[in-house]
């Protein structure tokens, strides 16, 4: 009997859902409705001035915009590849530095934090870009309104970023990497992966639907 409850305990452990997760997973949808309050303020400013964004998306650089939309979908590529280093209780790599089959999470975890700097590095070329060529934010309701979104969306990635250190940090800081990094690594994923996610849409919408 002791051992056939302590069975049904165990099972009911297993299939309880972490809290941090769903906490996570929660706060990310009231997010989703922070950016999609952006999204009704671009559509809403682009049905009252037409020809103001016809004439002011001509400087965008969107083979640039490309390059850098490319290089944070990696970054979400190389931030699966942490996890499931994590999930394998894999903080380090086991292996040479080039042998990424063998990387542990930590070293996922560095370049993911390196596209995502470079993401928001480029975003802040393009800003200064757009300066210089006369498009400050206070320029126009479209200046307004395509810097208060990518701004936004720049802000979450730092964000992001911040906590791809928290979490390398802490890999380091413990002795025996467990259940509790892992899920911390998962919840980080969730995170980065609805940025990504975020920024696609977003790149659609500015750089292609002018």
């Given amino acids: 009997m002791t051992t056939s409850a302590t069975y049904s305990q165990a099972v009911r452990a297993v299939k309880r859902p972490d809290p941090v997760a769903v906490g996570t997973i929660v706060w990310l949808?009231?997010?989703?409705?922070?950016?999609?309050?952006?999204?009704?303020?671009y559509f809403t400013l682009r049905s009252t001035s037409a020809s103001l964004w016809a004439e002011e998306t001509q400087l965008l650089n969107v083979p640039f915009a490309t390059v850098n939309t490319i290089i944070l979908v990696l970054s979400s590529v190389t931030c699966q590849m942490g996890v499931f280093a994590a999930e394998r209780y894999q903080p380090y790599r086991t292996g040479g530095r080039t042998g990424f089959l063998k990387w542990g999470m930590v070293?996922?975890?560095?370049l993911t934090f390196i596209l995502g700097a470079v993401f928001v590095s480029g975003q802040v070329w393009e800003y200064a870009t757009l300066v210089a060529e006369g498009m400050p934010i206070s320029a126009n309701p479209y200046a307004s309104a395509f810097y208060i979104t990518t701004g936004f969306h720049a802000l979450h990635v730092t964000g992001g970023l911040i906590a791809?250190?928290?979490?390398?940090?802490?890999?380091?800081?413990?002795?025996?990497f467990g259940r509790k990094e892992m899920t911390t690594s998962i919840v980080v994923s969730y995170y980065w992966h609805f940025v990504d996610v975020v920024w696609i849409a977003l790149f659609f919408v500015i750089y292609f639907l002018k």
């Fill in 107 to 110: 070293e996922w975890f560095y």
């Fill in 29 to 41: 949808g009231s997010e989703v409705m922070f950016f999609a309050g952006l999204f009704a303020i």
């Fill in 164 to 176: 791809f250190l928290l979490v390398i940090g802490r890999a380091y800081a413990v002795k025996n």
